[in-house]
């Protein structure tokens, strides 16, 4: 997956699912404060990753994803790493 | 006074959250409506009487019904818990865990205690089991309101919520034997460890451990308690009322209605019941999209199969512990064992008269009567049903030879019983507990409550119930029941 196609999903699943305004998605909202998205969220949000891009982030990784920025970039790099059952 | 005016609250489920919530909303002067589709009310607090024997169909253990928390209190609070009777379990031996090799494990109650046991028993997991319930209780103490605390470190626990409870165990333990033993935590919300989130394993066995309690002579006792409270304050519950409609527009809801074509308007309305059940009765969107979702993917809690057991006079001893029998299954997300209780009569049993066994089940083997309904699933269900129940019973014998001559007769529910009873989708014994589902939804006027918001049991019930009512009447009500 590209890093635009990531983009394109993440940014599809806030709008859709998140019911987040898309002129919100810049790189540097922040998931608590610009997008009011809080650790609660993250639940949703654990099982949004694990459908759109079958992938099941560790609680401490998420921890460290503060930007939609950095949401993109983690996706990005966790897709490249192989998969721990292959 | 009779000038102002009652503000309406309508409570769809008479289970224990419908009833807590009840109380809570009454006593604040609240003029309350609950309407409950069964006709004897309790949900999960249910129990029946075979002559002058009680049986509970639900709740058994009460976990952390102790001065300064939050399920005591709430009871003070509302003043039921001098009308309740609960008997503290054994002690010394909260729990009693059977092993293959015919020796059993008996959990003592108290962090040291139990830690020291354990330790005794795994002397070379000593630094992993002392890890373990340090993390336990760190967890565990972060449901502030548990504890009576403003809410602080909540957010806190929430990466547990997406780790299994497996593994945080493996994390600091590695000896196989020791994992096997604490997949009893699993039972307390119907999961194996597997697939028991984390945090509620860290809130379960935190007030297992702190001390779990009883009902002497069955749960419905609170249900009728609380029901007591609503009423005396002016309020309704209306039993044998299925709700099959919750309309209103321009996001908010109007009324609902009743499978007889009844219907109750109200200005709020408080949904206490499965959440997966509200998106089939409202036409509007109730929760945004990926919540939906998530209440749709829900992965249910295993089902069961109850035989209550009538014994016979002084033939099987009373056990003030629940006792867990090991039974391997072919289903890899089932626990390895069965539960039994017996119930306390008295504050001093000797000797036991009903007896609960909880046999957990995968609900794809009762496909052949999915479809139907109490009372008309025909013999073969029937023959199916005791043929489980018999070997349960031969089972436990193994460990309590007296048991086979000590019944009296049995009957068996299936998770068909508890589906068609609670609404609990695939009769899953904890329904959809601990979804953490928001208490406002997108509807003005309706608002969640019940084990979905947060967690099951006694202690998960009534802090969803002080967090739903103070939500509703806009201002915190954990103070007063604190220094209730
Ligand atoms: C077999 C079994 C054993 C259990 N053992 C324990 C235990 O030992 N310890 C423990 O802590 N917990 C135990 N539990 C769990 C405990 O009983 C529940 O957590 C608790 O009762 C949940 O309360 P609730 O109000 O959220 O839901 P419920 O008690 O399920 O109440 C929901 C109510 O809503 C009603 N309802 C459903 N649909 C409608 C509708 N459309 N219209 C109107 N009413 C409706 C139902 O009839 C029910 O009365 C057990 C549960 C079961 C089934």
């Known amino acids: 997956m590209t890093r635009q196609e990531i ?14 305004d898309p002129a919100l998605l810049t790189p540097d909202a922040r998931f608590r404060e610009d997008l009011d998205l809080n ?45 721990a059952n292959e | 006074m009779s000038d102002i005016k009652q503000h309406t609250v309508c409570i769809i489920g008479g289970g224990m959250s419908g009833l807590f919530t009840g109380a809570l909303l009454a006593k604040n002067g609240y003029k309350v409506t609950v309407l409950e589709k069964n006709h004897i009310i309790g949900g999960g607090l249910q129990s029946f009487r075979r002559g002058d024997v009680v049986f509970n169909t639900g709740m058994q253990a009460c976990a952390g019904y102790i001065s300064g928390m939050i399920s005591y209190q709430v009871c003070k609070y509302l003043g039921v818990s001098n009308e309740i009777k609960l008997l503290a379990t054994d002690s010394q031996k909260q729990e009693i865990i059977w092993l293959n090799n015919n020796k059993s494990i008996c959990l003592p109650k108290g962090r040291d205690a139990y830690q020291t046991y354990l330790v005794q028993l795994f002397p070379h997991e000593e630094n992993g089991i002392k890890e373990l319930l340090d993390c336990v209780f760190r967890v565990g103490h972060t449901f502030d309101y548990l504890f009576l605390q403003p809410i602080q470190r909540y957010e806190e626990n929430v990466p547990y919520a997406y780790m299994s409870a497996d593994e945080l165990v493996r994390k600091y333990i590695h000896d196989d034997n020791l994992v096997a033993i604490l997949e009893y935590v699993g039972w307390t919300t119907g999961h194996c460890l597997k697939a028991m989130p984390a945090l509620e394993f860290c809130m379960m066995l935190t007030l297992y451990i702190l001390g779990s309690h009883r009902f002497v002579n069955g749960a419905k006792q609170l249900a009728d308690a609380l029901c007591n409270v609503i009423e005396q304050k002016g309020g309704i519950v209306e039993n044998d009322t299925e709700i099959c409609e919750v309309n209103g527009e321009d996001g908010n809801i109007d009324y609902v209605v009743a499978t007889d074509g009844r219907r109750w308007e109200s200005e709020i309305f408080v949904w206490a019941c499965t959440p997966k059940i509200l998106l089939t009765v409202c036409r509007e969107q109730v929760f945004r999209k990926s919540m939906t979702q998530r209440i749709q993917e829900y992965i249910n809690p295993f089902s069961v199969f109850v035989v ?73 269900y029937e023959i199916f049903k005791e043929r489980i129940a018999l070997e349960a019973i031969n089972t436990i014998s193994v460990y309590y030879p007296e048991l086979s001559d000590a019944i009296l007769n049995i009957n068996v529910a299936s998770g068909l019983t508890i589906r068609d009873y609670y609404g609990n989708p695939n009769g899953s014994c904890y329904g959809q507990q601990g979804l953490y589902i928001p208490i406002k939804t997108k509807l003005k006027n309706l608002y969640m409550t019940g084990q979905a918001v947060q967690s099951q049991g006694l202690a998960g019930i009534a802090t969803t119930s002080v967090l739903t009512s103070e939500i509703i009447l806009g201002r915190t009500l954990i103070e007063e029941i604190a220094q209730a």
């Not at chain 1, 999903?9 to 859709?16: E, H, I, S, Y």
């Not at chain 1, 650790?39 to 990784?61: C, H, Q």
């Not at chain 2, 089932?334 to 089940?361: C, G, H, K, N």
């Open chain 1, 7 to 20: 983009i394109e999903k993440t940014n599809a699943f806030l709008v859709d699912e998140y019911e987040k």
């Open chain 1, 39 to 83: 650790s609660l969220d993250y639940m949703d949000l654990m099982v949004t990753i694990k459908r759109v891009f079958d992938i099941m982030p560790a609680p401490a990784e998420m921890n460290l994803v503060v930007t939609l920025g950095d949401f993109y970039d983690f996706i990005e790099r966790k897709l490249s790493e192989p998969k």
């Open chain 2, 308 to 380: 209550f057991c009538h014994l016979k006079k002084e033939k099987f001893k009373f056990i003030n512990s629940s006792v867990y029998i090991p039974k391997s299954s072919k289903h890899p997300n089932l626990p390895q064992s069965i539960v039994f209780v017996t119930t306390p009569r008295s504050e001093s049993d000797q000797w036991a008269e009903s007896m609960e066994i909880y046999i957990p089940a995968n609900y794809e083997d009762l496909a052949p009567w999915i479809a139907t309904h109490v009372g008309e699933r025909g013999d073969e």
